[in-house]
């Protein structure tokens, strides 16, 4: 219950951009603008000073590392192993598998600090500088190749992708901005959060699930099920410190990510499939993130 009110504030933020979308003037056009806004500037930027000043410690952060990537990989796998069922809609496939293994970084990021402070900011942030790339080149791949997209040329365009690789680069080459510069790029990140967050409850909806629900719950339970025990899992095997363990498993429990829908529809995809999805995997996530972290309390 503790967990749950920590993270209220966070879920709030969501209900509120649903109402604004449903009940107030601000209404779909509104929030079109700022679901680009957060993610072509915003996120990017906050990726960006994330990356930059996280210490890069491999010896105190490698096991963490590792594990994250290994939750990605299975989440890839299982999703990508989707396709090879009879009667699976390719088009359908392409958009969703995406929502299987990408995490939802708005709330991962407002969650870390929440549960574990600024070290825990450090290690999500470290998590997501590796899981972005990997889980944007997944999620580009089955896309590009069903609507006959340029992989390359997607990859290099996406700014997630981008913003991630040059925080690695400044930070590997030990890049300091002077401080009007480091103050405006830290407060363009800070409004990420808050306006990623509105974004996502405005964009809920359901009404694209109907086109494959049985497909859509296979992503589903893959995201919220499968990848949160094997972060357990996997946390417990490789002894992780207590710290670490909150973290990625919290990572492991994220609902997908939001600009899931951005990545379909812009690449030919079926967006409001995706958008269901994605609608149910944060409504899923305010239940099952404070279960996943209670079920790690109990098993160590």
């Given amino acids: 219950m503790s967990t749950a009110l920590l993270l209220l504030p966070d879920f709030l933020l ?21 679901e680009k806004l957060v993610y072509y500037l915003l996120f990017p930027v906050l990726l960006f000073n994330s990356v930059v000043r996280s210490p890069l410690k491999p010896g105190e952060t490698l096991s963490l590392t590792l594990v994250g990537v290994a939750v990605l990989a299975i989440g890839i796998v299982l999703a990508f192993a989707v396709r090879a069922w009879p009667g699976v809609d390719g088009r359908l496939h392409a958009s969703g598998a995406q929502v299987a293994f990408r995490f939802n970084s708005f709330i991962a990021l407002a969650l870390a600090e929440r549960l574990g402070g600024p070290g825990g900011v450090a290690w999500m942030a470290l998590l997501l500088a590796v899981g972005v790339p990997v889980c944007n080149v997944a999620a580009v791949w089955p896309l590009a190749r069903h609507g006959g997209h340029s992989y390359a040329r997607e990859i290099v365009r996406n700014p997630l992708i981008v913003a991630t690789v040059l925080g690695l680069i400044a930070n590997l080459s030990g890049l300091k901005f002077p401080d009007p510069v480091s103050t405006t790029l830290q407060r363009i990140g800070v409004a990420a959060l808050p306006v990623g967050l509105l974004a996502v409850g405005a964009g809920l909806r359901m009404g694209g699930l109907k086109a494959a629900p049985g497909l859509g719950l296979v992503f589903v339970l893959i995201r919220h099920a499968v990848l949160p025990a094997a972060g357990i899992g996997l946390a417990l095997a490789v002894g992780l410190p207590p710290e670490q363990r909150l973290i990625v498993v919290l990572f492991a429990a994220m609902p997908t990510a939001s600009s899931a829908y951005v990545l379909a529809a812009r690449m030919g995809g079926d967006g409001p499939f995706v958008a269901g999805l994605v609608s149910v995997s944060i409504l899923l996530g305010m239940v099952s993130i404070p279960w996943w972290l209670a079920v790690l309390g109990w098993v160590t």
Avoid at 17 to 30: E, H, I, K
């Fill in 14 to 34: 969501i209900v509120c951009g649903f109402c604004l979308c449903r009940y107030s003037t601000l209404d779909r056009p509104v929030w079109d603008a700022a």
